[in-house]
């Protein structure tokens, strides 16, 4: 049930990266991208919910899009005009309806360089 993401990676500022995210059971009310920087807490980047609504933090809204099927248990983020700001771990998440529990992927690491 666990997420697995993936996609992360070195790229330079003003690049851009595409994660992916998908769980292999389970049913979810929502999924969506945290990330953690170093010595920072870890916030939401993204997230989208089963019919189909998004919400993203101030800092990305216009430069990231989360996309993805949650009855596929699927969700990406692409990412654009990357900024050092950016540099983190990313991690997927996934809210079960049933049970309500949540599960966290293992994260994938992001750097963007000058």
């Known amino acids: 049930v666990q997420p697995q993401a993936s996609g992360g990676g070195l790229v330079q500022s003003g690049g851009s990266l595409r994660l992916s995210c998908a769980a292999s059971?389970?049913?979810?009310?929502?999924m969506g991208w945290y990330r953690q920087a170093p010595g920072k807490q870890r916030e939401m980047v993204a997230t989208?919910?089963?019919?189909?609504?998004?919400n993203y933090v101030d800092s990305v809204k216009g430069r990231f899009s989360i996309s993805g099927d949650i009855g596929k248990k699927t969700v990406y983020l692409q990412m654009n005009s990357l900024n050092i700001e950016d540099t983190a771990v990313y991690y997927c998440?996934?809210?079960?309806?049933?049970?309500?529990?949540?599960?966290w992927g293992q994260g994938t690491q992001v750097t963007v360089s000058s």
């Open positions: 059971a389970g049913l979810f009310s929502m």
């Open positions: 989208m919910a089963s019919d189909g609504s998004t």
């Open positions: 998440k996934a809210d079960a309806i049933i049970t309500r529990r949540v599960y």
